[in-house]
């Protein structure tokens, strides 16, 4: 600051006074412009004034200037004179001359170069000091022990008795001995050239010193200095006021940024063209260090985005930009607002002052839980999340899938079509409602007798062709025999029409995937028939009902969808479908014939385009019927299964299996079954829609199984498992996993964590003993007995030393955690469905200050205490890992 001919500082302590500092101090107060402006007041922004309060002279050659921190003394300086003494004083606004100030005076005279008042422990107040072979650089007073300390001023300050009796109070409170002598002297025949204090550690502080080393001293040990590092970059030393672990200084034309964490070395050292006066980090901005040159009239300001520590090859990622706010006037010095964001005051040179704002970029900021917000600085200046009606239009599929995973979506275990009830898509309803189907099939043993895999989701494709994924692409596919049959009087008119259905095991299996059931289980059918009623589908029912050639239920469902849909108030066309139904006629030259193939392209009903298709068909062509694509896959599939020849039903399945790959429609899956052929399918619709938590609960419901080995499946499941973490889900995430490894035991990760014993070093768990004798060799629990009959372990089972206690009940930990284990006669390590002990008895202990005890206890101690239940210890250790929810 010796450079420095004009310096300004903000109060700490009132946000409209500061202080200008040369040859004399001026204490300015700041008024906002308006009508009733004081003549003597003096321009500083487009907005406010300053008006000059007090002006004190008494202190000549000063050098460093420091203004007291707390409001109880609010206009207390301590000024660092030439001569090295430190003196404490104030403004007087009536008379000049009436005042008194206190002097500290080092042994030796030589100059003071910085002089700052600890945040913390007020009292204290250190100076640094030039170089003196018998004298100490570092002097730490504290100004409440001296015998002569009076202080009697008058003015702006605290000439009040209020303000007298304030200070009478602090040295009260202290309740110190008088005493001349420092308290601290650092820095024997060294020169101090900067320093200041750590706001979070009062009793240390940071120094460079002798022109060639940073030095941070604890008071509590003054034999030696804490830590050091070799720099030049001595200069303007000051700490980052949210991260204490990094200091900024400078030499010359150089500003380097430290960590004391790695102090051997700079993080970063940023090179200016001119020599630098000033460095401050900025109070009110998180990571923003500002610089002011030499006969500058710019204030570079360098936003820090990282630093990383331990690496030798990355650096911070630094964002410059300047502030220019007098033009081409060069600026003296610069000072910022303590509590105001980006409010800077600047003066030139000549004693101009200047009040400015350092606007922030606008920043864009999407959290995981899709939040999107817009900030500059401090500001909120719009936010919108999935409450706003803005995401409607967006149709957000993270949001569906943060929603649906609150609601245990896939994770319904039991009745798997409940899953299908938490979405509002229908395709994964239908696939839900599809794998609920064939779990039943499944367990019922209906399709074990055809079926000749362990796999549990089987598809059409497969059931009808065989393993299609083992045969080469250009070999027929062998098929099951088929027969024919004719159906008469479908109509119940009189007359008849003959209709070549198919039939085999292998097509009623198929139909059951479809969920239409056998043929000749009626039953099945008129349920399904009854669903669809219930749930308004009266035009896919007909549409079954004619396809299974029962034109008279046809005919009654179709009427009573009009008279649900008329009690609705809606326009309804059924009747006149129904009446046209009614009309039907075997004859393809017949007018009815005519006319409904003319208009079954008007009907806006795939499912009504598709039942006339079916009934105007020619020569047992259904083309028309199969290329409906609005219509249901498993119906289209069933409705195959049933009209089609053994060479068209294969061709066609191939074919439409085919198309629902490359489109990524999950209705493929019907076909492709939960099999190695559905991967390339349920990748195509990963990645048009992105919706890996459908894909990886699928995953899910297919173990064990080598479908969950694949590299795209794992990839899936561990983008969810990702995606919960960042939702901070941990429950759906817990769950999640213990179905996962329940399906697949061979995947069960190992534990990372151990309680080893603080003696021996070895773990206290007798099972891993237990393992290491037998041909386990992959740890698979947490803490276990080492006997069926042993149920604690209150000692080391290596060196047989004690165990920790618990803070609270004060017994020896030991009682054994997680599942009950055992060995089997072949030796392999088995798990039985038993706990060993309760979640209560489990021993837990802070990763911070490591005590702990039974979790019961922890818990309780915790609920009407904040810090840790062990004596002398301040940790609170419950709010450490205490997270905002998402």
């Given at each position: 600051?010796?450079?420095?001919?004009?310096?300004?500082?903000?109060?700490?302590?009132?946000?409209?006074?500061?202080?200008?500092?040369?040859?004399?101090?001026?204490?300015?107060?700041?008024?906002?412009?308006?009508?009733?402006?004081?003549?003597?007041?003096i321009?500083?922004?487009?907005?406010?004034?300053?008006?000059?309060?007090?002006?004190?002279?008494?202190?000549?050659?000063?050098?460093?200037?420091?203004w007291?921190?707390?409001?109880?003394?609010?206009?207390?300086?301590?000024?660092?004179?030439?001569?090295g003494?430190?003196?404490?004083?104030?403004?007087n606004?009536?008379?000049?001359?009436?005042?008194?100030?206190?002097?500290?005076?080092?042994r030796?005279?030589?100059?003071?170069?910085?002089?700052?008042?600890?945040?913390?422990?007020?009292?204290?107040?250190a100076?640094?000091?030039?170089?003196?072979?018998?004298?100490?650089?570092?002097?730490v007073?504290?100004?409440?022990?001296?015998?002569?300390?009076?202080?009697?001023?008058?003015?702006?300050?605290?000439?009040?008795?209020?303000?007298?009796?304030?200070?009478?109070?602090?040295?009260?409170?202290?309740?110190?001995?008088?005493?001349?002598?420092?308290?601290?002297?650092?820095?024997?025949?060294?020169?101090?050239?900067?320093?200041?204090?750590?706001?979070?550690?009062?009793?240390?502080?940071?120094?460079?010193?002798?022109?060639?080393?940073?030095?941070?001293?604890?008071?509590?040990?003054?034999?030696?200095?804490?830590?050091?590092t070799?720099?030049?970059?001595?200069?303007?030393?000051?700490?980052?006021?949210?991260?204490?672990?990094?200091?900024?200084s400078?030499?010359?034309?150089?500003?380097?940024?430290?960590?004391?964490?790695?102090?051997?070395?700079?993080?970063?050292?940023?090179?200016e063209?001119?020599?630098?006066?000033?460095?401050?980090?900025?109070?009110?901005?998180?990571?923003?260090?500002?610089?002011?040159?030499?006969?500058?009239?710019?204030?570079?300001?360098?936003?820090?985005?990282?630093?990383?520590?331990?690496?030798?090859?990355?650096?911070?990622?630094?964002?410059?930009?300047?502030?220019?706010?007098?033009?081409?006037?060069?600026?003296?010095?610069?000072?910022?607002?303590?509590?105001?964001?980006?409010?800077?005051?600047?003066?030139?040179?000549?004693?101009?002052?200047?009040?400015?704002?350092?606007?922030?970029?606008?920043?864009?900021?999407?959290?995981?839980?899709?939040?999107?917000?817009?900030?500059?600085?401090?500001r909120?200046?719009?936010?919108?999340?999935?409450?706003?009606?803005?995401?409607?239009?967006?149709?957000?599929?993270?949001?569906?899938?943060?929603?649906?995973?609150?609601?245990?979506?896939?994770?319904?275990?039991?009745?798997?079509?409940?899953?299908?009830?938490?979405?509002?898509?229908?395709?994964?309803?239908?696939?839900?409602?599809?794998?609920?189907?064939?779990?039943?099939?499944?367990?019922?043993?209906?399709?074990?007798?055809?079926?000749?895999?362990?796999?549990?989701?089987?598809?059409?494709?497969?059931?009808?062709?065989?393993?299609?994924?083992?045969?080469?692409?250009?070999?027929?596919?062998?098929?099951?025999?088929?027969?024919?049959?004719?159906?008469?009087?479908?109509n119940?008119?009189?007359?008849?029409?003959?209709?070549?259905?198919?039939?085999?095991?292998?097509?009623?299996?198929?139909?059951?995937?479809?969920?239409?059931?056998?043929?000749?289980?009626?039953?099945?059918?008129?349920?399904?028939?009854?669903?669809?009623?219930?749930?308004?589908?009266?035009?896919?029912?007909?549409?079954?009902?004619?396809?299974?050639?029962?034109?008279?239920?046809?005919?009654?469902?179709?009427?009573?969808?009009?008279?649900?849909?008329?009690?609705?108030?809606?326009?309804?066309?059924?009747?006149?479908?129904?009446?046209?139904?009614?009309?039907?006629?075997?004859?393809?030259?017949?007018?009815?014939?005519e006319?409904?193939?003319?208009?079954?392209?008007?009907?806006?009903?795939?499912?009504?385009?598709?039942?006339?298709a079916?009934?105007t068909?020619?020569?047992?062509?259904?083309d028309?019927?199969?290329?409906?694509?609005?219509?249901?896959?498993?119906?289209?599939?069933?409705?195959?299964?049933?009209?089609?020849?053994?060479?068209?039903?294969?061709?066609?399945?191939?074919?439409?299996?085919?198309?629902?790959?490359?489109?990524?429609?999950?209705?493929?899956?019907?076909?492709?079954?939960?099999?190695?052929?559905?991967?390339?399918l349920?990748?195509?619709?990963?990645?048009?829609?992105?919706?890996?938590?459908?894909?990886?609960?699928?995953?899910?419901?297919?173990?064990?199984?080598?479908?969950?080995?694949?590299?795209?499946?794992?990839?899936?499941?561990?983008?969810?498992?990702?995606?919960?973490?960042?939702?901070?889900?941990?429950?759906?995430?817990?769950?999640?996993?213990?179905?996962?490894?329940?399906?697949?035991?061979?995947?069960?990760?190992?534990?990372?964590?151990?309680?080893?014993?603080?003696?021996?070093?070895?773990?206290?768990?007798?099972?891993?003993?237990?393992?290491?004798?037998?041909?386990?060799?992959r740890?698979?629990?947490?803490?276990?007995?080492?006997?069926?009959?042993?149920?604690?372990?209150?000692?080391?089972?290596?060196?047989?030393?004690?165990?920790?206690?618990?803070?609270?009940?004060?017994?020896?930990?030991?009682?054994?955690?997680?599942?009950?284990?055992?060995?089997?006669?072949?030796?392999?390590?088995?798990?039985?469905?038993?706990?060993?002990?309760?979640?209560?008895?489990?021993?837990?202990?802070?990763?911070?200050?490591?005590?702990?005890?039974?979790?019961?206890?922890?818990?309780?101690?915790?609920?009407?205490?904040s810090e840790?239940?062990?004596?002398?210890?301040?940790?609170?250790?419950?709010?450490?890992?205490?997270?905002?929810?998402g």
């Amino acid at each position: 600051m010796s450079s420095l001919k004009l310096d300004i500082l903000w109060s700490p302590n009132q946000e409209d006074r500061f202080i200008t500092f040369g040859t004399d101090l001026r204490l300015y107060q700041v008024i906002s412009k308006d009508g009733n402006q004081k003549p003597s007041a003096i321009n500083i922004s487009e907005k406010t004034m300053a008006v000059l309060l007090s002006v004190n002279s008494d202190n000549q050659y000063m050098k460093c200037v420091s203004w007291y921190p707390k409001p109880d003394l609010c206009n207390l300086l301590a000024v660092g004179l030439e001569n090295g003494k430190a003196v404490l004083t104030s403004f007087n606004g009536v008379n000049l001359a009436d005042h008194l100030s206190r002097e500290f005076v080092p042994r030796h005279t030589r100059p003071c170069n910085s002089i700052a008042w600890n945040p913390v422990e007020c009292n204290l107040l250190a100076a640094g000091l030039e170089k003196y072979r018998t004298d100490y650089a570092i002097i730490v007073w504290d100004v409440t022990k001296s015998p002569s300390f009076q202080i009697s001023v008058s003015g702006d300050g605290f000439y009040f008795p209020e303000k007298r009796q304030a200070f009478g109070n602090m040295m009260h409170d202290h309740a110190f001995q008088p005493s001349s002598r420092a308290v601290v002297e650092l820095g024997l025949s060294e020169t101090t050239n900067s320093l200041q204090w750590f706001g979070n550690q009062p009793k240390t502080l940071v120094c460079g010193m002798n022109n060639k080393f940073l030095k941070i001293f604890d008071l509590r040990d003054t034999s030696k200095h804490h830590n050091v590092t070799t720099t030049k970059a001595v200069y303007g030393v000051c700490v980052d006021p949210f991260f204490e672990h990094r200091l900024a200084s400078f030499v010359e034309n150089q500003v380097v940024l430290w960590d004391v964490r790695n102090f051997e070395k700079p993080v970063i050292t940023l090179q200016e063209v001119r020599h630098i006066a000033k460095v401050a980090w900025c109070p009110t901005r998180n990571s923003t260090l500002s610089s002011l040159a030499r006969e500058s009239s710019f204030i570079k300001m360098y936003n820090i985005q990282q630093v990383s520590i331990g690496s030798d090859e990355i650096e911070p990622t630094i964002v410059e930009h300047s502030v220019n706010p007098f033009g081409q006037h060069s600026l003296s010095s610069f000072a910022w607002h303590p509590g105001q964001e980006n409010r800077m005051l600047t003066i030139t040179h000549s004693g101009h002052v200047g009040d400015c704002t350092v606007f922030d970029r606008i920043t864009l900021n999407w959290s995981p839980t899709s939040e999107i917000v817009w900030t500059q600085g401090r500001r909120l200046l719009q936010c919108v999340d999935s409450r706003d009606k803005f995401y409607d239009c967006l149709n957000d599929l993270s949001i569906k899938m943060r929603q649906r995973a609150i609601l245990d979506y896939g994770l319904k275990m039991e009745q798997l079509w409940q899953n299908g009830e938490l979405v509002e898509d229908p395709v994964l309803r239908r696939l839900w409602s599809w794998l609920d189907i064939m779990k039943s099939l499944w367990e019922e043993g209906k399709l074990k007798s055809v079926v000749k895999t362990d796999v549990k989701y089987e598809g059409v494709l497969t059931v009808i062709g065989g393993s299609s994924h083992t045969t080469s692409k250009t070999e027929q596919i062998a098929l099951s025999s088929s027969s024919c049959s004719s159906i008469e009087n479908v109509n119940n008119f009189g007359t008849s029409h003959r209709i070549t259905k198919y039939s085999s095991e292998e097509r009623d299996r198929a139909l059951q995937l479809c969920g239409w059931g056998r043929p000749s289980d009626r039953t099945s059918l008129a349920f399904l028939l009854d669903r669809l009623q219930a749930d308004k589908h009266f035009e896919r029912a007909s549409m079954i009902a004619v396809f299974n050639l029962d034109i008279r239920s046809a005919i009654q469902i179709l009427k009573k969808g009009a008279l649900v849909q008329s009690s609705l108030g809606k326009e309804s066309n059924l009747n006149i479908v129904a009446m046209a139904l009614s009309g039907y006629s075997e004859d393809d030259n017949t007018l009815w014939g005519e006319t409904c193939g003319k208009i079954r392209s008007q009907l806006k009903n795939p499912y009504l385009r598709a039942m006339f298709a079916f009934l105007t068909s020619e020569n047992s062509n259904y083309d028309e019927v199969l290329k409906e694509n609005d219509v249901a896959v498993q119906d289209r599939v069933a409705f195959a299964c049933i009209f089609l020849s053994d060479n068209k039903l294969m061709e066609f399945l191939t074919k439409l299996t085919e198309t629902m790959t490359e489109k990524g429609y999950l209705d493929g899956i019907l076909l492709t079954g939960l099999t190695v052929d559905c991967l390339p399918l349920i990748q195509k619709y990963v990645d048009l829609t992105g919706d890996v938590q459908t894909a990886s609960l699928v995953i899910l419901h297919t173990m064990p199984s080598n479908l969950s080995q694949d590299q795209r499946a794992q990839s899936w499941v561990e983008s969810y498992q990702q995606l919960l973490d960042r939702w901070r889900l941990w429950h759906q995430r817990a769950v999640f996993d213990i179905e996962w490894y329940k399906a697949n035991p061979s995947s069960k990760p190992p534990p990372h964590v151990f309680v080893s014993c603080n003696f021996c070093g070895k773990s206290v768990s007798s099972y891993l003993q237990m393992l290491g004798q037998g041909h386990c060799s992959r740890p698979l629990a947490r803490l276990a007995i080492p006997a069926a009959n042993k149920s604690k372990t209150s000692c080391c089972p290596g060196c047989r030393k004690p165990l920790p206690r618990c803070a609270l009940c004060l017994t020896n930990m030991g009682t054994p955690s997680g599942s009950c284990w055992r060995r089997t006669t072949d030796g392999k390590i088995e798990m039985k469905d038993k706990k060993l002990s309760k979640f209560s008895s489990w021993f837990t202990w802070c990763q911070s200050c490591r005590h702990g005890g039974h979790s019961a206890h922890i818990m309780e101690w915790f609920i009407d205490h904040s810090e840790c239940p062990v004596t002398a210890c301040n940790c609170k250790c419950m709010s450490l890992d205490s997270v905002n929810s998402g």
